[in-house]
């Protein structure tokens, strides 16, 4: 195992009606005017948004709003909240909603105490300093709730970059099962791709002899085996969605990835088609990490055939790994499917003939060196033949 540091302080509040107490959670974590932040506007119909007014209320904390936050979150409404939360002598953000408004949230809180542009968070620069943040979480899915990350598109350019630092962390986050009844199929579909992809880029690792976090990582992964058909089929599965929100946060908080080395190609290349296509990130990962993982699988085939193996239940062909692991992709492939992901371009609605500008951006874009690194290297040839694959 390697060395590292773990720091997660977020308070977590987790379970039916918590949201009711977002006002008191502001007073107790230091917010005396607030900006709240949402998307589109699925708080507003589902009447969250006047609770948590109610809260604040109650709790005497003043604020200000800012909603349209989009999925796939673009740069120019982080502008926005910037100058507002300036203007209006803001002291904590409170993020309602999904990955999205947390993430843009998070922007905003490092922007406002910045004195140059945000953006360059997003070209490296670590995240030492930032507004505080509070979340009511409204989807299981990006792990924003207990994440250091935030990710961003740049609308000049279209670059889907993230930005990482401990200050960004979230100092309370709610999450009540119940709020993510709502969430049409498909979005709660999505929502389960993303929590596995974030348990697969963490597996995916060069770090030997790394049993607990590779346990930890495979139970995750058999929970939404488990959850995630319950959801699809009664989306008010109160305790299928508890689990799952649970496990979305622990996906994704980092406890399951210290002490070892990890991937996230998957992620790099899917940025690119949500960027490109504005697709829901879970469904892009869908289409994404089957061909990764088949183009990479040789690189370590027995770790691959673990996974099958301990997750899938697929039996070890002991003579031929390579059977035994292709086998654990195509089933996670077919459990894609099964909860209603796409699997191919043509599902997505990507195309062909955009395959090499999404090249261009993900290795150059932004400053990068012509290659993406995770566990393994992919340069342009290895991206152009990963995304060919998805057709
Ligand atoms: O905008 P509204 O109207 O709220 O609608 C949203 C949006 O259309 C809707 N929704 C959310 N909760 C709902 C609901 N509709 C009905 N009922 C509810 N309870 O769902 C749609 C998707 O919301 P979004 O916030 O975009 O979803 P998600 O949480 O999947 O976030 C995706 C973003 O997170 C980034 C992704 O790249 C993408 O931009 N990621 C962030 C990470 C992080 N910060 O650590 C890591 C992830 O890997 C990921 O990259
Ligand atoms: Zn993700």
Same mark, same amino acid.
């Given at each position: ?30 917010? +005396?005017? #607030?900006?709240?932040?949402? &998307? ?5 119909? @589902? %009447?969250?948004?006047? /609770?948590? !007014?109610? $809260? ?93 990350? +935030?990710? #961003?598109?740049?609308?000049? &350019? ?5 930005? @990482? %630092?401990?200050?960004? /962390?979230? !100092?309370? $986050? ?218």
């Amino acid at each position: 195992m390697d060395n590292f540091t773990f720091y997660s302080p977020t308070f977590f509040a987790f379970g039916k009606d918590t949201e009711n107490d977002a006002g008191k959670y502001v007073k107790r974590f230091g917010g +005396s005017k #607030i900006l709240i932040h949402y &998307g589109g506007g699925s708080v507003v119909r @589902s %009447g969250l948004l006047d /609770r948590v !007014k109610k $809260s604040l209320d109650a709790a005497g904390i003043a604020y200000v709003e800012l909603g349209g936050v989009k999925p796939n979150p673009r740069s120019g409404l982080v502008y926005e909240g910037i100058d507002l939360c300036r203007k209006e002598k803001v002291d904590f953000i409170l993020a309602v909603g999904g990955g999205s408004t947390i993430d843009s949230s998070k922007a905003i809180a490092a922007g406002v105490v910045y004195d140059g542009d945000f953006w360059d968070f997003y070209s490296g620069k670590p995240i030492r300093e930032a507004l505080p943040i509070g979340t009511i979480l409204t989807i299981a899915a990006a792990g924003s709730e207990g994440s250091p990350d +935030s990710v #961003i598109t740049k609308e000049e &350019g279209m670059f889907k970059r993230g930005a @990482s %630092g401990n200050a960004i /962390r979230p !100092k309370f $986050s709610i999450l009540n099962p119940a709020l993510t009844e709502t969430l049409p199929a498909f979005q709660t579909a999505a929502g389960i791709t993303d929590i596995m992809a974030h348990l697969h880029e963490r597996y995916l690792t060069n770090t030997k002899d790394v049993e607990v976090t590779d346990r930890l990582i495979e139970a995750l992964l058999l929970t939404m085996i488990a959850e995630g058909p319950k959801v699809i089929a009664d989306p008010h599965n109160y305790e299928a969605r508890a689990n799952i929100m649970w496990a979305g946060m622990m996906a994704h908080n980092n406890s399951v990835g210290v002490g070892r080395s990890q991937d996230w190609n998957s992620h790099q290349i899917e940025h690119e088609l949500s960027a490109t296509y504005d697709c829901a990130h879970g469904a892009g990962l869908a289409v994404t990490m089957p061909a990764v993982f088949k183009y990479v699988m040789k690189h370590d085939v027995n770790r691959f055939a673990q996974l099958a193996v301990r997750v899938w239940g697929c039996q070890m062909d002991f003579d031929h790994p390579e059977i035994t692991a292709m086998n654990g992709i195509k089933a996670l492939q077919n459990f894609l499917h099964s909860i209603g992901m796409p699997s191919n371009f043509a599902e997505l609605g990507a195309k062909k003939e955009d395959i090499p500008q999404m090249v261009q951006t993900l290795c150059h874009g932004n400053g990068r060196p012509g290659y993406i690194q995770g566990f393994v290297k992919l340069d342009e040839n290895d991206c152009t033949r990963i995304y060919e694959m998805m057709i």
